[in-house]
């Protein structure tokens, strides 16, 4: 497992990272009780769908039914009208878990405790959770939730660039399933706005590397989901552009590629991880990101980016030693 290039936050703080797993086939309550087995806490029923487990000794964990619809609202007084929505809503999640994920979101934990993390993935298999591979409409992701190591607007475009950059490569080395490419949850950022952005002129200040992205990219439905970021750093800016009560403003990254493959004897979230370390490597080496950005620029002009994909692997893969 490889760690990041920049192990302190901006606050001087080790970084910290947290995970989202999705899989089927495993209810919320054996789910956490699998949590609670591992990591010992309380478990708390939170609706039909949805349970935590709280005072784990890594922290909080939820477990959910990944579809807001399923789950009741949290009113001081309900009368007969919203207890029978409340009622309904649980019914919609009973037929919403045969195609939709459920999700365990795990606390942010130091880098080194991801190995922690990872020995859930076995608990859950032996309790029969199955992942992407699991259902022909099943298209479940591990989604990684890296704090910023610096919101110095030069490290952010850097990591962006770098990310852009290594797109096609980490598509390629993470074999991402079909079902989960057509879908729109890790769509692939356009190739105009990608063209913009590594541009070494380009040298925006943060309100304008906010406003740019949100108007390219005005979706969260990103392989790179960058609103909890910007909702964190720019949230009056953020708020004015997008109506999005989804998301949550954190000082994290949230990468949305890679597959959750659960029920795959010995599969792990490590190696998906370090593949986001070598973007964060990539980041720093401001020479390599250029000469990348000069390849990319060729290929779309000879509209051939499977020989971008091959030069790159040149570039790119010596940062995974």
């Given at each position: ?7 302190l ?12 797993l999705?899989f089927?086939e ?13 990591f010992g ?13 709280r005072?784990s ?15 009741a ?10 207890e ?11 037929v919403g878990?045969l195609?939709?994920p459920?999700?365990i979101?795990a606390p ?8 922690e993390i ?13 992942g ?5 409409l099943?298209?479940?992701g ?6 910023v190591?610096?919101?110095?607007i ?6 962006l660039?770098a ?11 993470g ?8 879908s ?6 356009p ?29 969260r ?16 800016l ?12 954190r000082?994290?990254?949230h ?7 659960v ?11 370090s ?6 490597r ?17 290929a ?22």
């Amino acid at each position: 497992m490889l760690s990041p290039p920049r192990p302190l936050n901006a606050q001087g703080l080790p970084r910290r990272v947290g995970v989202e797993l999705e899989f089927g086939e495993l209810d919320p309550l054996p789910a956490a009780q699998l949590i609670a087995d591992r990591f010992g806490g309380q478990q708390v029923e939170l609706g039909a769908h949805r349970f935590a487990v709280r005072d784990s000794r890594l922290g909080n964990f939820t477990i959910e039914l990944d579809i807001s619809s399923a789950h009741a609202e949290q009113r001081a007084n309900a009368d007969m009208l919203d207890e029978l929505i409340d009622e309904m809503r649980v019914a919609w999640g009973h037929v919403g878990k045969l195609w939709m994920p459920h999700e365990i979101a795990a606390p942010p934990v130091a880098f080194d405790a991801l190995p922690e993390i990872d020995a859930l993935i076995a608990d859950l298999r032996n309790a029969g959770a199955v992942g992407t591979e699991g259902g022909l409409l099943y298209a479940f992701g591990l989604h990684f939730n890296p704090e910023v190591a610096s919101f110095e607007i030069a490290h952010l475009l850097s990591v962006l660039r770098a990310y852009l950059l290594a797109a096609p490569w980490l598509r390629e080395q993470g074999d991402i399933d079909t079902v989960r490419r057509l879908s729109p949850f890790i769509d692939p950022f356009p190739d105009d706005y990608i063209a913009y952005v590594i541009d070494a002129t380009y040298t925006p200040g943060l309100e304008r590397f906010v406003a740019d992205y949100l108007t390219w990219n005005p979706t969260r439905n990103r392989e790179l989901d960058l609103f909890p970021l910007f909702a964190h750093v720019a949230p009056a800016l953020f708020a004015s552009r997008i109506d999005d009560k989804q998301t949550k403003p954190r000082p994290t990254w949230h990468w949305r590629l890679p597959n959750s493959r659960v029920g795959v004897p010995g599969w792990s979230i490590l190696p998906d991880w370090s593949r986001w370390v070598v973007v964060e490597r990539l980041a720093e080496d401001a020479a390599r990101i250029e000469a990348l950005a000069q390849l990319w620029r060729k290929a779309r002009a000879r509209d051939d980016f499977d020989s971008y994909l091959q030069a790159s692997r040149a570039w790119i893969e010596p940062l995974g030693h």
